[in-house]
């Protein structure tokens, strides 16, 4: 019997979803949208959608829901019992074929049904074995916990984050206490000093001096229509590590990794930027592999009309974005919060986010000695470290003291401020900033550490030198004689630059101290088989939540009453159980609810002032559910072809 093989040519179809540039330009085309992310929990379907549907489309009118937006609770009669509405939306993309397996926003590795397969046009291009989520997470963590090295660890990680955002995301918010040292400190020191080696794939802005008259212009290269939140750096003091330049990126791509999984900040409305304005890092300048501007730094004029093109740029294609400044030196970052803050939606992390975060620690700690919240005028308060984050965290304590009733000379006669050359004294005001004057003290300048601890007997101790070993065990010994329950609080990064480590402060005050520290540490053992947990004061406790806070609410500002009511609400937090263990801090895996609080603290204030023309009735009713309906949830969703 002969067989004939019929040879069925494909026919080729023009796809009417294709939009063309004309159709593109039709808005009435353009009107569907979907949501995108819609993940079901075993309690609850997260959403994270604001009317626009990733970039790709027209937003949708504030009052009205789309069908598929919907939440049916489950039925409870007859056959019907458990059964309910909630469902995955899809979501539509203008790209199709290998287009979305190059996309990170898009990807899911070998996820895809074949349905999607199909209908994406990419079969045939992925083995054909299906593998879910949970895994492909599985195969990256045995991978990232087969390597000792932390710096390949960040690798790994990083590389899943360049091809499929999702599942990073997932690895993230399912793993936090155990991937945050690898995405960010004190890893992430690391990796910006080897940026320009390690570089395999553009993500993020960057600004040179070359760009200036073209800056309106070219934030319009970015591809994504909703931005929320901007991190930007100039990289000229990255972490304690100093200037390394446009080597700084791999900042604010860790605190956007922050935001998003910790925070709720969907991946396609962050953008992490570097002002490429120079660097005198001699070793930078001479590196052949260095891909930044190898020029000094810009100063003066020149330097500064280059951040407010920048600034006026990103507003005028994102109105509404949160630009959060990172790592500028010291000289540079309270002008440049002065000039702003009070104008545009923008703070500065290393000021006022580790000066929120620093609070809410000594707000704990205070409870720790079963002391309340408002005898924080009571202490006297050595602060290692005159630069932004010095200075910050002061000023940040400062309004909470006025916060409690105290008056100005009250508050400001708590702090002891010491640089290199000393307790800041009057004496030398023509040499201190607005704001490090403010703090100068009529008597004494100059004095040391270890005498100022030796006269004033000071109840903290906080340092934010990038000096590392600073605290000697004469200083902390000598600190713990006239304080039973000193605190104290080495706060620079990375590791290697903190003041005292967590083994040295407990040993050194027989267990009798409260410490956290910017960069985690393990638990301390003593001698006597006593067992401390030292926590880690680091600001992804509160920018996360502060972002989400006054991105959803639509706040103008950032105000410093929204940075107090943010410490709050993560000082309360803390349990019995950890404050008897001596933390300070929530356990890293509950940082999601911790945004969360945080970020309706924020909101809360913000309504106070009337700064939420964002939020309506229904959000109003409920604040803790609509913040929880907005956080994005990385899940991956059914992609479906736009159709014009």
Not at 97 to 123: H, M
Not at 303 to 315: C, G, M, S
Not at 414 to 441: H, P, W, Y
Request: glycine share 8%; net charge negative.
């Amino acid at each position: 019997m002969m067989i004939s093989a019929l040879r069925m040519a494909p026919r080729v179809v023009r796809s009417a979803g294709v939009a063309s540039s004309a159709s593109a330009n039709n808005k009435a085309s353009m009107q569907h949208s979907f949501s995108f992310f819609r993940a079901m929990n075993s309690a609850s379907t997260i959403v994270e959608d604001d009317g626009s549907d990733y970039g790709f489309g027209k937003s949708l009118p504030d009052d009205e829901t789309p069908e598929e937006y919907i939440e049916e609770g489950e039925e409870t009669i007859g056959e019907w019992t458990g059964c309910t509405r909630k469902f995955l939306a899809p979501l539509s993309v203008s790209q199709r074929g290998s287009e979305i397996l190059n996309n990170p926003l898009f990807n899911k590795f070998t996820a895809f049904k074949t349905g999607e397969r199909d209908r994406l046009r990419f079969r045939g291009l992925l083995p054909p074995r299906r593998v879910n989520m949970k895994i492909q997470k599985e195969r990256v963590l045995q991978e990232i916990r087969a390597e000792p090295s932390m710096i390949r660890k960040h690798i790994i990680l990083e590389d899943v984050h360049d091809r499929n955002e999702t599942l990073y995301h997932r690895i993230l918010v399912d793993h936090m206490v155990e991937m945050a040292p690898i995405i960010y400190t004190p890893t992430v020191g690391q990796a910006c000093k080897e940026f320009a080696m390690r570089y395999r794939r553009p993500r993020g802005m960057y600004f040179c001096e070359e760009d200036r008259g073209h800056m309106a212009a070219m934030v319009y290269n970015w591809p994504e229509k909703d931005v929320h939140v901007i991190v930007v750096t100039d990289g000229s003091r990255i972490l304690g590590l100093g200037d390394l330049g446009a080597n700084g990126m791999g900042i604010p791509i860790g605190k956007l990794s922050l935001y998003c999984a910790a925070g709720g900040i969907a991946p396609h409305r962050v953008l992490p930027v570097v002002l490429d304005v120079g660097t005198d890092n001699e070793e930078l300048l001479n590196d052949k592999f260095y891909l930044g501007v190898q020029k000094p730094r810009l100063q003066g004029s020149k330097y500064y009309h280059l951040v407010d093109e920048f600034i006026q740029a990103v507003r005028h294609r994102w109105p509404n974005v949160l630009i959060q400044f990172e790592d500028f030196s010291s000289d540079k970052a309270q002008k440049l919060l002065n000039k702003y803050r009070y104008d545009i939606l923008c703070f500065n992390d290393d000021i006022q986010g580790t000066g929120a975060t620093t609070l809410a620690g000594v707000l704990g700690a205070l409870r720790a000695k079963g002391e309340l919240p408002t005898s924080l005028g009571d202490q006297r308060i050595l602060i290692a470290g005159a630069g932004s984050a010095g200075i910050g965290v002061a000023q940040v304590l400062y309004q909470a003291m006025l916060e409690h009733g105290r008056s100005e000379e009250e508050a400001k006669n708590c702090f002891f401020i010491v640089d290199e050359k000393g307790l800041l004294g009057t004496e030398r005001l023509n040499q201190l900033s607005t704001e490090q004057a403010m703090f100068a003290r009529e008597a004494d300048g100059g004095l040391s550490l270890n005498d100022i601890v030796n006269k004033y007997k000071p109840t903290m101790i906080l340092g934010m030198t990038a000096v590392g070993g600073l605290f000697s065990e004469k200083l902390i010994r000598d600190m713990s004689t006239h304080c039973e329950r000193p605190i104290i609080f080495p706060l620079s990064n990375p590791t290697i630059k903190a003041e005292c480590s967590a083994e040295q402060a407990f040993e050194w005050t027989d267990g009798r101290c409260i410490f956290a520290s910017g960069s985690p540490f393990d638990p301390v053992q003593l001698k006597d088989g006593r067992t401390f947990y030292p926590t880690q004061c680091n600001n992804m406790f509160v920018f996360p939540g502060i972002g989400l806070g006054v991105t959803l609410c639509g706040a103008k500002t950032v105000t410093d009453r929204m940075l107090y009511v943010a410490a709050e609400a993560l000082a309360n937090y803390l349990t019995e159980d950890e404050l008897a263990q001596g933390k300070v801090f929530p356990d890293l895996s509950t940082i999601r609810d911790v945004s969360k609080k945080v970020a309706i603290a924020v909101i809360e204030e913000a309504i106070r002032t009337s700064q939420a023309p964002r939020l309506d009735e229904k959000a109003l009713s409920d604040l803790d559910a609509f913040v929880q309906k907005k956080m994005y949830d990385p899940v991956y969703v059914p992609l479906i072809e736009k159709r014009s």
